[in-house]
Nanobody, 128 residues
Framework: QVQLVESGGGLVQAGGSLRLSCAAS????????MGWFRQAPGEEREFVAA????????YYADSVKGRFTISRDNTKNMVYLQMNSLKPEDTAVYYC?????????????????????WGQGTQVTVSS
């Protein structure tokens, strides 16, 4: 059993920053690729960022590259998403997810079906 719990969402003005956190249960956190996804009303859940098991490799959606930074601390079973220069179009529910598959050293999936466990989501609202 794996449980993921997000925190850190809230209301922020355009241009501001937020830092999301995801706390993971279990003892095999370091074996999982971790990802962040988001879902706006009426939209499909979309990929935001992913990080490899040891944190040495990251992958970002083009829409957030240069503004968002994903990181992890395996000693604390935590993954983070630092969001800077926020835009109104970043408004969504943000989810952390864990991928325990084996798809190669340089493979960081952006596919929803590749992630085995999901958090409950945290709301991020960016006002104009």
């Amino acid at each position: 059993q794996v449980q993921l719990v997000e925190s850190g969402g809230g209301l922020v003005q355009a241009g501001g920053s937020l830092r999301l956190s995801c706390a993971a249960s279990g003892r095999t956190f370091s074996r999982a690729v971790m990802g962040w996804f988001r879902q706006a009303p009426g939209e499909e859940r979309e990929f935001v960022a992913a990080i490899s098991q040891t944190g040495g490799s990251t992958y970002y959606a083009d829409s957030v590259k240069g503004r968002f930074t994903i990181s992890r601390d395996n000693t604390k079973n935590m993954v983070y998403l630092q969001m800077n220069s926020l835009k109104p179009e970043d408004t969504a529910v943000y989810y952390c997810a864990a991928d325990f598959g084996y798809r190669g050293t340089f493979y960081l999936s952006r596919g929803r079906d590749d992630y085995n466990y999901w958090g409950q989501g945290t709301q991020v609202t960016v006002s104009s």
